[in-house]
């Protein structure tokens, strides 16, 4: 198992993955995403990485018709707080968090049961590299026999390590025990 620069040890705490330490990394969808493979406290660092790009920002940002001047003018952002260039849309980021956390939360989902939570606690750029962190906080049974709900912390942070999102995430999945053949 590979080891990230980021750390979950304090993630219960609200406080995120910790710079100084290391989380186990998943690999490539495996057979452990049935609901009985998730255990209340087990982190990890998923395994891919994206990089946003200008066209995923800007596309994105038009269909939703977000017109803040942070995501289209580049002058602007210039004299801004941020002093660099357009600021990525913050639904973009989390929207990225969640799909690289879904190849190790939600491979055996039923259904999304909600988000909760759901904080932007720093500014992405173009070129930004984005990597997902998540810890189950709870896993407790259905009103159905053959799924379970996971509630889980997912973290997006730059390949520097800064934290720029975070949420609290249920998710009905499936039991290997009904559905496993």
Same mark, same amino acid.
């Not at 260039?85 to 799909?99: A, K, W």
């Not at 909600?114 to 407790?140: C, S």
């Not at 379970?148 to 249920?170: D, N, Y």
């Given at each position: 198992?590979?080891?990230?620069?980021?750390? @979950?040890?304090?993630?219960?705490?609200?406080? &995120?993955?910790? $710079?100084?330490? #290391? /989380?186990?990394?998943?690999? *490539?969808?495996?057979?452990?995403?049935?609901?009985?493979?998730?255990?209340?406290?087990?982190?990890?660092?998923?395994?891919?990485?994206?990089?946003?790009?200008?066209?995923?920002?800007?596309?994105?940002?038009?269909?939703?018709?977000?017109?803040?001047?942070?995501?289209?003018?580049?002058?602007?952002?210039?004299?801004?707080?941020?002093?660099?260039?357009?600021?990525?849309?913050? @639904?973009?980021?989390?929207?990225?968090?969640? &799909?690289?956390? $879904?190849?190790? #939360? /939600?491979?055996?989902?039923? *259904?999304?049961?909600?988000?909760?939570?759901?904080?932007?606690?720093?500014?992405?750029?173009?070129?930004?590299?984005?990597?997902?962190?998540?810890?189950?906080?709870?896993?407790?049974?259905?009103?159905?026999?053959?799924?379970?709900?996971?509630?889980?912390?997912?973290?997006?942070?730059?390949?520097?390590?800064?934290?720029?999102?975070?949420?609290?995430?249920?998710?009905?999945?499936?039991?290997?025990?009904?559905?496993?053949?």
């Amino acid at each position: 198992m590979t080891t990230s620069p980021l750390d @979950l040890t304090s993630a219960a705490s609200g406080a &995120g993955p910790d $710079s100084s330490s #290391t /989380a186990p990394q998943s690999y *490539a969808t495996e057979d452990s995403s049935w609901f009985e493979s998730f255990e209340v406290g087990q982190r990890w660092k998923h395994f891919r990485g994206a990089t946003i790009d200008e066209v995923e920002n800007q596309l994105i940002t038009k269909l939703v018709m977000n017109t803040a001047q942070e995501h289209w003018n580049e002058d602007a952002m210039s004299d801004s707080q941020w002093g660099k260039s357009r600021l990525v849309f913050g @639904l973009i980021t989390g929207s990225l968090t969640l &799909g690289l956390a $879904s190849q190790d #939360t /939600a491979e055996n989902a039923l *259904a999304e049961i909600g988000l909760a939570a759901i904080r932007f606690r720093a500014g992405v750029f173009h070129g930004d590299t984005i990597y997902a962190y998540t810890e189950v906080l709870a896993a407790e049974s259905a009103d159905r026999e053959d799924a379970g709900i996971v509630e889980f912390a997912h973290w997006g942070a730059t390949a520097e390590g800064r934290i720029v999102f975070e949420c609290r995430r249920k998710v009905l999945i499936k039991r290997r025990s009904h559905w496993h053949h």
